[in-house]
């Protein structure tokens, strides 16, 4: 395991140019009210460099490939109430890096290993204050220019290094994302089930009782926590892009929206699933999810090796403009033809967001959309919605490890002239792809996305 972490080191080691020296911290911890803290959740930079999940600690590593450590020391009386702390003696052997220090000595070494190198990388503005804190250290190395030792006159973001590493998974990755989408799967399965299963018995359904069902579930199997704030819609609820869990009550004859995925030993999943309450579809609700659905099964298609970031969502678009003409949201009459419907975003007050976003360690990973050193070929132009002016950039070239979500939705809102009938619909089907050389990898499968099977689950 720790060949893994090594072995990205030196990876980012090796692009680091002479005389260079990066500098990552961890997350800090976070007060929620007194002696309360928010749950501690590392730095996905730092860990995917040293797997450590402990707080208080750096990262050195220097260009030719030598790593040094500060980490929390070891302490009787505070590991009597936080728990064991791996230390600096044993950090070495555990983590594969050259040298270990207590985290207490940062503002004592951090000006020697800094001495007489070029360029300092660490990650801008990803650590609030990291910049002068990395300032207070280059002062301590200034002071000793008289006596000879130089000072780095550079700096870089580490971020555009590691973002580019981080986008492509490994094997490792990959193997414990599909994990954590399988423990995402059946949280949803479960929480479908219940739903029918307490309207058949008479119960009254709400929102937090599916949520209760997902979060046992996630943890059942060793999750360590929801990768982002779950979203239980229930009815209008679900036209309410970032609703969350709450105490709405789950009523028969309305649709339930579930964006819910577990973070599994440092990485995402992200699935949604939309379902009748009492696992039957209306004629509106089937009308308009299998819109959705054709327009994920064509973003789908569209994800392969070679293909654009933009390619699924342009497919998902085509699919739901011409989903909303022929169900009568939208009119041929006031809207035009289906690319004009394209062209000036006439979808847009029933579908405002992205088809996809990259899935990683962080739910919205890192990693830039447009490919890097690409240059503009079209001419800036007006959005139809906002009157801004756009830069069209090409976007990024899909590779093989690439990870993205394919999550087309629909949202109708009471309005003028919107068929009665659609009124509070809220749709999203989002599923977890890798992309293969081929086509893409579907890991978050194992919840069904058809209609039909999904009436048929909710029936079990
Ligand atoms: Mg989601
Ligand atoms: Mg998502």
Redesign the pocket.
Known sequence: MTSIYASRRSRLAAQLGAGAVALIPTSPERARNRDADFPYRHDSYFYYLTGFTEPHAWLALFNDGRSVLFCQPKDVEREIWDGIRLGPQAAPAALAVDQAFSVNELDTQLPGLLENQTTVWFPFAAHEGISSQIDGWLNKVRARVRMGVSCPSMQQDVCVLLDEMRLIKDTHEQDTMRRAAQISAAAHVRAMQLSARMLRDGLDVREYHLDAEMLHEFRRHGSQFPA?TS?VAAGANACVLHYRADAALVRTGELVLI?A?CELDGYAS???RTFPANGRFSGPQRALYDIVLDAQYAAAAATRAGARFNDPHNAALKVLAQGLLDVGLLSHDKHGSLDDVLEKKAYFPFYMHRTSHWLGMD?HDCGSYVEPGEANTEAAKADPITGQMVQPRPSRVLHPGMVL?L?PGLYVRPGDGVPEQFWNIGIRI?DDAIVTAGGCELITRDIPVDADEIEALMRA
């Open positions: 982002y979203i964006d995925g992200d699935i949604t739910v979500t999550e989002e």
